[in-house]
């Protein structure tokens, strides 16, 4: 069954479409097994629902396989199926997709280590700020392989708009600890430097939280319920470092 693509079904007489498939399904399952384990669970006591650091943890190497698995059929698998074959295939499997969701799970993983350096007191800025540039180089990857596809299905219009709202949301990270690193400096110029980083972290953020918006309410309607790894408003920072 195809989500991304108008047409129910697909069937070709080709064994190297069937391994195809079993590895677009593999991956998928994996990333539903992963986003599974990092949905907020509340305690037996009734306590604030929230994700254990286990659960982070597992779900990194979970898109790391899922991510792996597309890799493979990419590189060794949708060569081998001859291009009038290949013209059949549904957007699901096109080569457009597969590196999307490809550098999608690759990006969830990062966001999910730069949580994880968040919470971690010998994380510095410089590995957070690592983390955050890596991550918009994924989602940057995701974004431009989606988009000339002739996406009609409400899934995946709905994927390239959740797309879109991460990669906005990963720049506005990447701003946020580059500005923070700045504002170590000791010299005017660091400081103004600082400011305008954060100044476009703030933007950035903002316009996050419209793609966000525009991603839940386009059908079928989702609810939100992961947040962008930015501690504390890049506004509120601008005054502290202003000169």
């Known amino acids: 069954m195809n989500q991304e693509d108008d047409a129910e079904e697909t069937a070709l007489p080709s064994s190297w479409y069937e391994v195809l498939s079993v590895l677009h399904m593999m991956a998928m399952l994996r990333l539903s097994q992963a986003n599974s384990l990092l949905l907020p669970k509340t305690s037996l006591e009734g306590y604030h629902a929230k994700v254990s650091e286990d659960n982070k943890r597992a779900s990194v190497e979970i898109f790391l396989k899922a991510s792996g698995f597309l890799e493979c059929a990419i590189q060794h698998v949708l060569p081998r199926i001859s ?120 933007e950035f953020l903002k316009e996050s939280k419209d793609a966000a918006e525009a991603f839940h309410a386009a059908p079928p309607v989702s609810r939100q319920w992961q947040c962008i790894h930015i501690p504390k408003p890049a506004c509120m920072w601008i005054d502290e470092v202003s000169p």
């Not at 990062?110 to 989602?139: F, H, N």
Request: glycine content about 6%; charged content about 25%.
């Open 83 to 202: 291009p009038e074959n290949r013209k059949g295939l549904p957007v699901d499997l096109s080569e457009g997709v597969l590196k999307a969701i490809c550098m999608q799970a690759l990006g969830q993983a990062i966001d999910v280590q730069l949580g994880l350096a968040i919470d971690s007191p010998k994380a510095t800025l410089a590995v957070k700020r690592r983390l955050a540039c890596e991550m918009v180089k994924c989602w940057q990857q995701a974004h431009e392989s989606m988009a000339d596809l002739p996406l009609i299905d409400s899934w995946g219009e709905k994927h390239r708009l959740f797309v879109m709202w991460k990669y906005i949301e990963a720049k506005a990270a990447a701003y946020y600890y580059h500005g923070l690193i700045l504002d170590e400096g000791n010299t005017e110029k660091s400081h103004r430097m600082a400011v305008a980083a954060l100044q476009s972290a703030e």
